[in-house]
Each structure stands twice: as C-alpha cells, then as structure tokens.
C-alpha cells in the first residue's frame, strides 16, 4: 500500500528502493545477537531477512498534498551522483521520477521540498543532471531546510579531511539548490498551510528534524531517520552507527514514540519495509507496533 489519508491530506509513498541492505549486526551500535534473536520472528520477513541477515530497508518520499500544495518530504539518493564508498548509493539509474508521475505528480507541479535531514538517501532528488550541470529537479519548488542542519553540512563540506562522498552530497545535492536562491533556511521551527510543522528532532545528525501533519482529527509523523527500523520501537536505545549523537538520538526517539502513542499519530519513517509506516502502542515495557491496524 503506497497511499495513505491523514484527515483531508493524501500521502503517496514514491519508492526509490526496497530490498535487503545492511547487515542487522553491522547497524545497530547497541546490537546484541540474543536480544535481536528475541525479535527475529516478527521482523522476518518485510524488516529482515535471515538468509543473507540484512535489515530489509526501503529509501522513499512522501508526496503530500495539503489541498492548497504539493510537498516532497525528503528526496532520497538520486541519479548519477558519484559516491565513493558508498555502494548502494553511488551512480544510481532508478525510475524515481517515473514513480513520481505515477503518483500523479511532474517535478514543475512540486511546490515545497523538506528534507529532515541532509544525508545522502534525503537529498538526492534535489538535483538532477542538466548539460554536465546539477540543477534543482523540482523548479519551482521552495526547498526548506534546518539552518542548523545546512550549516553543519557546509562547513563539513570545505573540511579537507571530509569523506570525497560527503562533500559531493552536499556539493551536487544541497549547494546547488541554495546557489539558485531556492532554499529557505529556517530556526528552529517552520510552518505550512496549517497542518504541517516543522520540528527539531536532533541526535540521527545535529539538525534533524520531524514533520508534522495534523488534518480534522488525524495527525501523523514524519520522522526521518529518528528510526531506521520498527525494531527501534521495542528497543528504542538502539541506534544506528550513522546517529552522530547516540544519547540525543534515543531521547529524540523515545520522544516521537511517546508522542504517537499519546495522539494515535501514524508513525511514517523513510526506511522501514512494508506496510512502509506504523501505529505505535504503549506496553508496560515501553512501546510496540500496532500491527492489527496496520496490514502487512
Ligand atoms: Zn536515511
């Protein structure tokens, strides 16, 4: 299922990836063989798979439709981009922006573009290949981002002993975008047409945010990198070795399950497996997924 209604809004999930990626044991930073065992059944087969013992990982976007614009929540890795050392990433050729078109949307009618975070599967499809040259994909888009998160990546950028792949994200996905006097950067928080708010959600990286969406009585969540994997939910103290932050990371975590238990908000992350999003449930050991509303 790639659409979802919160309230008045519509949400098309559009896939850039989906399949087995990293190694479970090579992810978590907190990972421990027997307490992953524990969970191993309800995880197989759409969030792991134990032949090759990778997490089953999707790299999506979110198209939202306020009724008033059209919204791209994060832009995965994108076409072309060369990226040493990063296999999964480097000099894709996906069907993205057909997927797009199938979800009823061109890259002129997009008119806000938010990215949670800067990482290399958020900012792809900000920029595409035009003569040699990267240039916005969405035109007309407005591209908002956290000034903190902008800044951090910038000046990380120019460091000469930055990872060639780090600079080039930022170089031909971010950099590009700001140069055409596109970008917002905003503090702190940011608001549009009523029923989506920008909020901080630091630890995955010093900027992160989360995005949320309220409409009539309905409200969801989307919540970037704050969980990579509805194991998360059960152990949120478990993060991943990307979390520059470990212990913000887990609060920021802890913080967005509470949220969702407390309102009935859906939880939509970017790379968990199908059914790709999540109601969350208060339990007396913390938090679990609601599978009963959620079909498989
Ligand atoms: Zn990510």
């Known amino acids: 299922m790639n659409e979802f209604t919160i309230g008045d809004v519509r949400v098309h999930r559009v896939e850039e990836m989906l399949g087995p990626a990293a190694p479970a044991k090579d992810f978590f930073r907190e990972y421990s063989e027997e307490e992953f065992k524990r969970h191993e059944h309800w995880l197989a087969p759409n969030f792991y798979d134990p032949g090759s013992g990778k997490l089953v990982t999707s790299v999506h976007s979110w198209l939202v439709r306020t009724g008033r614009h059209l919204v791209l929540i994060d832009c995965c890795s994108g076409n072309h981009k060369p990226r040493p050392g990063m296999a999964r ?28 975070h800067l990482h290399v599967d958020h900012v792809g499809w900000n920029t595409r290949l035009a003569s040699g040259r990267w240039v916005p994909t969405f035109p007309n888009a407005k591209y908002i981002f956290s000034r903190q998160e902008h800044d951090f990546w910038c000046d990380m950028a120019k460091e000469e002993a930055t990872q060639q792949a780090l600079k080039n994200v930022y ?68 993060n991943s070795v990307f979390c ?6 887990a609060q920021t975590r802890r913080d967005v399950l509470s949220h969702c238990a407390e309102t009935d908000a859906l939880l939509m992350p970017i790379h968990f497996g199908i059914p790709y999003v999540a109601h969350i449930r208060s339990v007396t050991s913390g938090f679990e997924m609601d599978f009963t509303r959620t079909h498989r």
């Open 244 to 249: 520059s932050n470990p212990g913000q990371a």
């Open 89 to 116: 990433y480097d000099m894709l050729n996906t069907a993205y922006l057909d997927r797009l078109k199938a979800s009823g949307a061109t890259p002129e009618d997009i008119d806000y573009v938010m990215c949670t």
């Open 171 to 238: 170089n031909d996905s971010v950099l590009p975008v700001v140069e055409t006097g596109r970008a917002v950067l905003f503090e702190d928080t940011y608001g549009l047409d009523d029923c989506l708010t920008v909020l901080p959600a630091p630890g995955h990286t010093p900027g992160h945010v989360r995005i949320d969406l309220k409409s009539q009585d309905q409200s969801a969540v989307f919540c970037g990198d704050v969980l990579h994997s509805p194991l998360q939910i059960v152990l949120p103290h478990w």
